[in-house]
């Protein structure tokens, strides 16, 4: 039970990285506006933290919104995580 709990957990940060991946790369794959609007729905929830926490700390620049991109690296991070515990736990 333990196992598929971190294996689901795996999927779902890896489906969360590949929509913040999505979400990036958005203008050179032009995109139309209503799949726009829908990445720009699902990762709203996920970016309103990070800009805060961005906003109030040294990596506050004005012409570049990095938050997408710790996003990814948190997300990149939880995933590893997720593989290392999934991997301990069959021993």
Do not use: W
Request: with cysteine.
């Amino acid at each position: 039970m333990y196992q598929y709990l971190l294996y689901c957990f795996n999927i779902f940060f890896l489906v969360l990285e590949v929509i913040v991946l999505v979400y990036l790369v958005q203008d050179l794959l032009r995109l139309g506006p209503k799949v726009r609007y829908f990445l720009l729905m699902l990762i709203s929830p996920m970016l309103f933290p990070m800009r805060n926490l961005v906003k109030h700390s040294i990596l506050n620049t004005f012409s570049m919104d990095l938050s997408p991109y710790i996003l990814l690296i948190i997300l990149a991070y939880l995933e590893r995580v997720c593989t290392y515990l999934q991997m301990y736990a069959a021993v």
